[in-house]
């Protein structure tokens, strides 16, 4: 049952036509709670206000003002008002609760995206803009961070991926969550494997043989499907660091086949700015000058096209001598390793942030 902290009364000469909400969590600034009735119009909106068009209810006997929410956060607050004891947050609202950077409960029309609700029993009629789920939930299964009840990262993901219209939508979603590091495939691996039978779960276990810990974006994870599941050539890295010879760190492609020494680039808009191209123009020049093959996929381009100049490079690299490659993937002394969940994880606070400061939902703002 939630309740409404203790407030003190402010005299009714002196308080706005609208209540002041009580912020959600100190550490979640911006987020508010909703309001119960009240009768003086102080601490909450009144019967007659909640029955104009000012106020809309959250959930039985909650309510917010009419205006939409601020921020994908505050929509998943809302949403857990409807949420009975024992159940969670769950999909991809509990890993944006999570600092899933990627989860930002739109769809790839930009349209928004219900906030999953999982519960034992569910008698719930429907709502707008929540998903109810009825399934079995274990206590270990949730968890409560920052006032909010949600599943753990693990069974969240395994939600998305079980309900992912294809197995590609699936492949990102487990994508996604190793780049903020939510969980590793192993950690997957064995949740899968403690969910014989479960709805969805045999295009969970297939996506787990396509993933990778390594993807930086959901576009690098439709580029690798493409190559691989399409093409099928490879297998390919996500982002591996390349060196020279000496120990000199070359580049990080987007994807990479080590034995046929092609490197793959994604290229989205940002790429056609004068200034990006020119640095992608003496990029180019680099990798072929180490005897390395480049293909770029075009954002929006039909896939045939990419698929030939794939192919292609393919073919060119099979004519390269040996001799002419002249990179290796093995790093040197120096170089901090970031390539695995368990390598990120592994980091000290100082390098987490100077080596990982752009996957943050905070930094990335």
């Given at each position: 049952m ?22 959600w969590?100190?550490?979640r600034?911006g ?19 909640v ?9 039985p006997g ?31 609202a509990a ?37 109810y ?18 599943t ?11 309900y ?10 487990l ?16 949740a ?29 994870v ?10 099928e ?51 180019e ?32 690299s099979?004519?390269l001598?040996?001799s002419?490659?002249?990179w290796?993937l ?10 695995t ?7 000290p ?17």
């Open positions: 939630r309740t409404t902290p203790t407030r003190t009364s402010t005299p009714t000469h002196i308080h706005s036509a609208r209540p002041v909400a009580d912020p969590h100190p550490e600034p987020l508010e709670r909703a309001f119960r009735l009240d009768a003086r119009g102080i601490d909450g909106p009144t019967r007659g206000q029955e104009g068009r000012f106020w809309r209810a959250v959930a909650w309510f917010r003002p009419i205006d939409e929410p601020a921020s994908v956060e505050q929509r998943i607050v809302e949403a857990s008002y409807r949420l009975p004891a024992g159940g969670g947050v769950t999909g991809w890993l944006r609760w999570l600092g899933g950077r990627w989860f930002d409960g739109t769809d790839a029309t930009g349209t928004g995206l219900p906030v999953p609700l999982t519960m034992l029993t569910s008698n719930r009629g429907h709502a707008p803009g929540v998903l789920t009825k399934e079995r939930l274990r206590p270990q299964d949730l968890m409560q961070l920052h006032g909010l009840d949600l753990t990262a693990t069974r969240s993901v395994l939600f998305e991926m079980r992912a219209a294809t197995v590609g939508d699936a492949v990102r979603v994508d996604m969550a190793c780049f903020n590091d939510l969980v590793s495939l192993s950690e997957l691996s064995s899968i494997d403690g969910s014989k039978g479960w709805t969805g779960i045999r295009q969970a276990r297939d996506a787990l043989q396509l993933a990778a810990e390594n993807a930086w974006s959901p576009a690098e439709g580029f690798r499907l493409l190559w691989t599941g399409v093409a050539l490879g297998p390919v890295l996500c982002n591996p660091p390349i060196f020279d010879l000496n120990g000199r760190h070359l580049l990080t492609p987007d994807l990479f086949d080590p034995v046929a020494g092609v490197v793959g680039e994604y290229q989205g808009e940002h790429h056609f700015e004068r200034g990006q191209r020119r640095r992608d123009i003496t990029r020049t680099l990798i072929r000058d180490h005897g390395l093959e480049l293909v770029e996929r075009v954002a929006g381009e039909e896939p045939t096209r990419f698929l030939i100049r794939l192919r292609s490079a393919y073919a060119r099979r004519r001598p040996a002419e490659r002249r290796t093995t790093q040197p002394p120096s170089w901090t390793p970031t390539e969940v368990a390598q990120r994880r592994a980091l606070p100082h390098l987490r942030k100077a080596l990982l400061a752009n996957r943050s939902l905070k930094d990335a703002a």
